[in-house]
């Protein structure tokens, strides 16, 4: 079992309430492997949540999981490796995402470790192996060259 946190104004189902789309909501997205009926049982402290909107349990395939955010394929990706995440981050992330009004602008947090952990050192796919949280940038956009500009401005103001 793992599971990505998702700071977003983009809903990524039909199910979204109406009132919330285009609004900062925050996704928990939790995959396990098992019966959907263990997946139900997982969510039930969860809908007791103040703020609780909906949940879908349901098989998906991996590939269903991020949905491109363009349909040009124009999609900025920014990726932290992080020991720990502070206040300012969060703070600072949430203030993007509100400012921005994007809702091709998306925030996540995973945590990192369980099975990653165990893959040695020197295996290139698994090069953040060592930390514990994945904070991720993604963004959308009409055109390649969208892209590369923003590409720029972000790492300056994210000290990449």
């Given amino acids: ?51 609780y909107l909906f949940d879908e349990v349901k098989p998906t395939s991996y590939a269903d999981l991020f949905p491109p955010i363009d349909p040009s394929g124009s999609t900025l990706i920014l990726n932290f490796y992080m020991s720990n995440i502070s206040n300012s ?12 009004g994007d809702p091709r602008l998306i925030a996540q947090v995973k945590v990192l470790g369980g099975n990653f952990g165990k893959v040695e050192n020197g295996a290139m796919a698994y090069s953040h192996r060592d930390s514990r949280y994945l904070v991720i940038l993604r963004k959308g956009f009409a055109a390649a060259e969208e892209a590369l500009t923003a590409n720029e401005k972000w790492k300056k103001k994210w000290a990449c």
């Fill in 1 to 51: 079992m793992n599971g990505t946190l998702s700071f977003t104004t983009v809903p990524f189902t039909e199910k979204m309430p109406e009132k919330n789309k285009n609004q900062l909501v925050i996704e928990l997205m939790i995959c396990f492997k098992g019966r959907q009926i263990n997946g139900t049982e997982i969510l039930k402290d969860l809908q007791n949540f103040k703020g």
């Fill in 89 to 100: 981050l969060l703070n600072e992330l949430t203030k993007e995402l509100r400012e921005s």
